[in-house]
T-cell receptor
Framework: GENVEQHPSTLSVQEGDSAVIKCTYSDSASNYFPWYKQELGKGPQLIID?????GEKKDQRIAVTLNKTAKHFSLHITETQPEDSAVYFC????????????FGRGTSLIVHP | DAGITQSPRYKITETGRQVTLMCHQTWSHSYMFWYRQDLGHGLRLIYY???????DKGEVPDGYVVSRSKTENFPLTLESATRSQTSVYFC????????????FGEGSWLTVV
């Protein structure tokens, strides 16, 4: 089955700095890669996603890049703010196939004011 | 728009007791999932369902039972709770296997004493 590795497990930055979280996946057939943000005491919520036919996608301060050859994808957050503090999960999914979402172990992002 | 709701949100039970966590979604999504979240392990899939009356095991199914008699409900039962099942449980749903957004509930915090 699919295996997703996520790094780092904890990331501490100063407000205004950029943050990058990286994930690698094992199944080259995976073609959908969402990122979720989980705030304290809540369920994860989708913040951005990318499909295998796209190399990069941006939405305001967040962006995701995908390298299919290397089988890794990354979340980039620019101009971080304290409200960005949360746990972030990546996932790799074979859409249209077995469709069992496999999540990374999560990254705890702490943005210091 | 009720979305996906879980109940109870918080539960303390004794070892050996049977516990059922309820999950209800109002979107008529085909796919539903149960995950448990533990420190250091991220989100681990317990069971999932592709449609009513169709269920399948995930990564950590032992000790759990699910059913899906109706599309909108996907209860998770711990037949004889153990302390190792102390965790936060998240129900999730998705429209189909085409790589659509997975929506999570707010979580059920279960403590087994």
């Amino acid at each position: 089955g699919e295996n997703v590795e996520q790094h780092p497990s904890t990331l501490s930055v100063q407000e205004g700095d950029s943050a990058v979280i990286k994930c690698t996946y094992s199944d080259s057939a995976s073609n959908y890669f969402p990122w979720y943000k989980q705030e304290l005491g809540k369920g994860p919520q989708l913040i951005i996603d990318i499909r295998s036919n796209v190399g990069e996608k941006k939405d305001q301060r967040i962006a995701v890049t995908l390298n299919k050859t290397a089988k890794h994808f990354s979340l980039h957050i620019t101009e971080t703010q304290p409200e960005d503090s949360a746990v972030y999960f990546c996932a790799a999914i074979l859409s249209g196939g077995s469709y069992i979402p496999t999540f990374g172990r999560g990254t705890s992002l702490i943005v210091h004011p | 728009d009720a979305g996906i709701t879980q109940s109870p949100r918080y539960k303390i039970t004794e070892t050996g007791r049977q516990v059922t966590l309820m999950c209800h979604q109002t979107w008529s999504h085909s796919y539903m999932f149960w995950y448990r979240q533990d420190l250091g392990h991220g989100l681990r899939l317990i069971y999932y369902s592709a449609a009513a009356d169709i269920t399948d095991k995930g990564e950590v199914p032992d000790g759990y039972v699910v059913s899906r008699s109706k599309t909108e409900n996907f209860p998770l039962t711990l037949e004889s709770a153990t302390r190792s099942q102390t965790s936060v449980y998240f129900c999730a749903s998705s429209q189909d296997k085409a790589g659509n957004t997975i929506y999570f509930g707010e979580g059920s915090w279960l403590t087994v004493v």
